[in-house]
């Protein structure tokens, strides 16, 4: 019951990067839960990850190998087990997987980077994974990313992916993103995985910088760092056969070009993830304005987006306001004057100077409320600063699915 | 459904405190939400207050006449309408009820304490306040705290009081309170409403640090200070009429006995209040041990207390440890070494060295998952301070509370 998504298709192949999936055994019923992501030789990798201090094995691991700056041939990514607080006996798991791919594969170690997601604390199955990858090295093809995009999925009810394409220099670009993640609220489970590919040529370390800008306004909106679960990992992989000259300087009109395109990959995965939040009903961007800062926009933005009483009003399309301005009072805004509090959704202003609009009746935030998707503005009459977060709300069916997680 | 708690029952009488409740008809169906306390003359009153920005009226106006360091002479208490968001209107209706009471009781507008719980954002029905005033004024008596507990409440199943006896200088002095509140996980509707009496004499300012402490320790375990709704207030009274020589050092021994009948008092009614949590089946007290800091205890025990799936795998009595590890892994403690820490529920041992406990099994944590009475116990291997927090789990019903509270 994704809000105005739908399923990925058409993803645009990326030169340079061929992709494989296939059923590995990993969940017990019958459905792919392995991908295997090559890229070629001389390929850039970037890659953000969780700042859990419980972070999975996996990310120990791949975190370990970027630091290598160059050589990474493969992403090999489970779904069904995130080989988190798994302690030694994961890492060395994990490991395992990269050595034997490597050793099918004819390179080293560390040119693998492993991706884990689906439960915690269970033992990888390291046998029905190294058993799966002949045959996956096999299959591998470019026009595999639609494919992948149902093989990473763990209780997202759709797939998610989109292709762009630009011109840098006068060459053509491709870029296309697949990601997974549904575990919302706040992602706090071994949660959320995207996997971008360009055939670009970019130097590594703007590749980083755009990578990191990315994720600021798109991945890092839906999710505060603090609440990154133990698997989280976006990784930007830029192959350089587009054929344009490499990119370095971020001056440079290409740079600009490449990094709007990454953003609206993110932006458009990362909203989709909320999209597709565990029981969502209705999707919430919460525009939070007229700040003094962009931290306190955020503040508000999260307070507002984290509150159960908020979102359960959302799911019962109930205009309860106040839950809302309860959430701006409890932000931490030294000074606020409340007085000065203005809240719209959509077009409808629903408190104006700190209570309700006189013109406001509930009829009006009823009928503006049973709508999917929503704009919900909070303006603070402080300053000039913005800051724009996503959410859903919360319904019956998110306790369902995460009291059932493991049934 | 609260979980292991029975209704207020034969709560003591304090001498010098006198109660009347009534149904107003704030709540369309039949039932009382009007109540009455008042205290004698020379009573002592120390209250603490939400620190939401967006406190309600009656906060404003308790919190101006408490300025005032005696004559206080009655609370006045409401409950289904916060008289929150109401901006100016709404501090003018609570104080057109504290003027008429005034009047009514012969005394001065600054003597009342009003207190509303309820929906935010609607006008307060003044006119039915004071017309029911007369009639609350002749009820008065000793004897009527348990019926005031009934007044008081809003979503709650279940009323909440405790009454204490203690021996001060070789006089019995007794300790009565109520409390109001149920909008938990983290209580952020106008919420929770404390009204504590007692009969010892007892300095102004010593009372207040006796409240700060007991709060401390009870009220703020269960709502983190910015999560506090609009409208929580907590009220201790003491009229000095158990006949104690009046205490006013806190190195006394009476000073120590009565905090520690205050302390057992505010945190009966604050677990009371978690154990009656919307929608609760479990009461989980979450105790973090070995931390370098009682607040990095605190930030852990809320990060787990907080969780949704943590709350959502406690409903289901699944011992998914591993949403605790991510819980406690993102609560941001500088350095923590993951491999120290150890969770135990109950007396289970489900995580060892940062991960699966080797002899944990599956069945060992669904058995003692399935009682209603919970400790976890979690274990970080940094220093010796320890803090206790108490929360309940997130069910279906939560969400139908909340998102049916208005209908």
Redesign the interface.
């Known amino acids: 019951m994704a809000v105005g998504l739908t399923p990925a298709a058409g993803l645009l192949p990326v030169k340079g990067i061929r992709l494989a999936s296939t059923s590995a055994g990993i969940y017990a019923r019958e459905r792919e839960d392995l991908a295997l992501i090559e890229f070629a030789p001389n390929a850039t990798v970037s890659a953000v990850f969780t700042?859990?201090?419980?972070?999975a094995a996996p990310v120990m691991i791949a975190r370990r190998h970027l630091k290598r700056r160059r050589g990474h041939r493969f992403c090999l990514i489970n779904a069904g087990n995130?080989n988190?607080?798994?302690?030694s006996?994961?890492v060395e798991a994990a490991l395992a997987t990269c050595r034997e791919l490597a050793s099918l594969a004819g390179c080293e170690t560390e040119s693998i980077l492993p991706f884990s997601t689906g439960?915690?604390?269970q033992d990888l199955p390291v046998t029905r994974i190294t058993s799966a990858l002949p045959g996956l090295l096999d299959r591998l093809a470019e026009n595999n990313w639609t494919q992948c995009a149902g093989a990473i999925i763990t209780t997202d009810t759709v797939t998610k992916g989109i292709s762009k394409q630009v011109r840098l220099g006068g060459k053509k670009a491709t870029i296309t993103g697949i990601a997974k993640g549904s575990?919302m609220?706040?992602p706090?489970?071994?949660t959320m995985l995207a996997f971008i590919g360009t055939d670009a040529a970019v130097d590594k370390k703007l590749l980083d910088r755009i990578l990191d800008h990315a994720v600021a306004s798109s991945f890092n909106r839906i999710c505060v760092d603090?609440?990154?679960?133990?698997n989280d990992a976006c990784v930007l992989m830029a192959t350089g056969k587009a054929g344009n000259k490499i990119i370095s300087d971020r001056q440079d009109e290409n740079s600009r070009v490449l990094q709007d395109a990454v953003n609206e990959v993110c932006a458009y995965l990362a909203t989709a993830i909320v999209r597709d939040g565990e029981g969502a009903t209705k999707f919430i961007t919460i525009q939070v304005e007229q700040g003094k800062t962009r931290r306190e926009c955020l503040a508000v933005a999260y307070a507002v987006a984290t509150?159960?009483?908020v979102k359960?009003?959302l799911?019962?399309s109930?205009p309860?306001?106040?839950?809302v301005?309860?959430?701006?009072?409890?932000?931490?805004?030294a000074g606020?004057d409340?007085?000065g509090v203005y809240i719209y959704i959509n077009d409808c202003r629903i408190?104006a100077?700190?209570?309700?609009d006189p013109g406001y009746t509930e009829d009006a935030g009823r009928r503006v409320m049973k709508g999917a998707d929503l704009l919900l503005r909070i303006m603070l009459a402080r300053g000039k600063h913005r800051e724009t977060v996503w959410t859903c709300d919360?319904?019956?069916e998110?306790?369902?699915i995460?009291?059932?997680?493991?049934?």
């Open positions: 700042r859990n201090d419980f972070c995130a988190a607080g798994t302690g006996r994961g439960v915690i604390g575990g609220i706040r706090d489970m071994a603090g609440d990154m679960s133990t509150s159960p009483l359960t009003a799911f019962a109930d309860n306001w106040g839950r301005l309860a959430a701006v009072g409890r932000a931490g805004l606020l409340v007085n408190v100077g700190g209570c309700r919360l319904s019956h998110y306790v369902r995460n009291a059932e997680y493991r049934s």
